[in-house]
């Protein structure tokens, strides 16, 4: 995430740019978008799905992914995907 805002100020409109790896919530999926990613890859949680109950499992992962964007975006209080900027997120410092 750190890096997202350089790598898509880098590109411009040559072309869109996707995170993949390290998205593990709807909130992640949140902040990519808002640093400027055209979108999120889940993989992980689809996989977490579908390891633990096959079809129905990777349903209900969407599930809780899609709970959880409408969740960050209340909490931040914005109604749509296309309202959010980078100044909705922070991203935390490691500790010392």
């Known amino acids: 995430m750190e890096a ?3 790598v898509v100020d880098a590109v411009g409109d040559r072309a869109e ?4 790896g390290g998205v593990m ?3 992640d999926v949140v902040a990519a978008v808002a640093l400027g990613a055209r979108a999120a890859l889940v993989g992980r ?3 977490y799905g579908l ?3 096959g079809e129905r499992g990777v349903g209900r ?5 899609v709970q959880e964007v409408a969740s960050t975006l209340a909490l931040l209080g914005v109604t749509r995907v ?3 900027r980078a100044d909705h997120v922070r991203i935390r410092l490691p500790l010392q």
Do not use: E, H, K
């Not at 740019?17 to 993949?20: L, P, S």
């Not at 992962?61 to 992914?65: H, N, P």
């Open 4 to 6: 997202l805002p350089s």
């Open 17 to 20: 740019v996707y995170v993949d």
């Open 25 to 27: 919530s709807g909130s």
């Open 45 to 47: 949680a689809y996989l």
């Open 51 to 53: 390891m633990a109950g």
């Open 61 to 65: 992962a969407a599930d809780i992914l």
């Open 82 to 84: 296309s309202d959010l």
